[in-house]
């Protein structure tokens, strides 16, 4: 995992390299390609779909680098559960519950039963029962918007 953490910064750094690079040069490119013939309007066109093309990349590859950690926490979560259910601290992970990066990977049945589980614990602290409970109620009461805005 470190090895592949390395190599994304330096992916990052690169990408990041490219688009300094190509916002220093965009005034030069203009220059010299009104120089050559090529009209203005060309040139700022083509050197805004570059920029573009280079933010959308970088916003992908950010999501999807969120999307793994997220991943990645609940897969350790999963682990630690699986390994002493019967602790109520090996329901969180770096202060986060299970049932809460269920919820926000949009995986609604789990995190319902999850903190079903959680809460027949006994040493399950009745206040954070009630946050993931209105957590998860929240959840259902958007998708029920969205699925009526939808009909």
């Known amino acids: 995992m470190a090895d592949r953490s390395g190599r994304d910064r330096v992916n990052y750094a690169a990408t990041l390299a490219v688009l ?3 916002a220093f040069c965009f005034p030069l490119t203009v220059r010299v390609g009104s120089a050559v013939g090529v009209p203005e309007a060309v ?4 050197m805004g779909a570059v920029l573009t093309f280079g933010l959308a990349t970088f916003l992908v590859r950010w999501q999807v680098n969120r999307h793994r950690v997220h991943l990645e926490r609940l ?3 999963r682990a ?3 390994a002493d259910p019967q602790n109520p601290r090996s329901y969180f992970v770096g202060g986060e ?3 809460s990066l269920l919820l926000r990977l949009d995986r609604r049945r789990e995190a319902a039963e999850v903190i079903d589980r959680y809460a027949r614990l006994g040493g399950a602290r009745e206040s954070e029962i ?4 209105e957590a998860l ?3 259902e009461r958007r998708q029920r918007r969205a699925q009526r805005r939808e009909a």
């Open 20 to 22: 300094v690079v190509l």
């Open 43 to 46: 040139s700022v066109s083509v």
């Open 75 to 77: 897969a350790a979560a």
């Open 80 to 82: 630690q559960v699986a």
């Open 97 to 99: 519950h299970l049932g």
């Open 130 to 133: 009630v946050a993931l409970r």
């Open 137 to 139: 109620s929240s959840a």
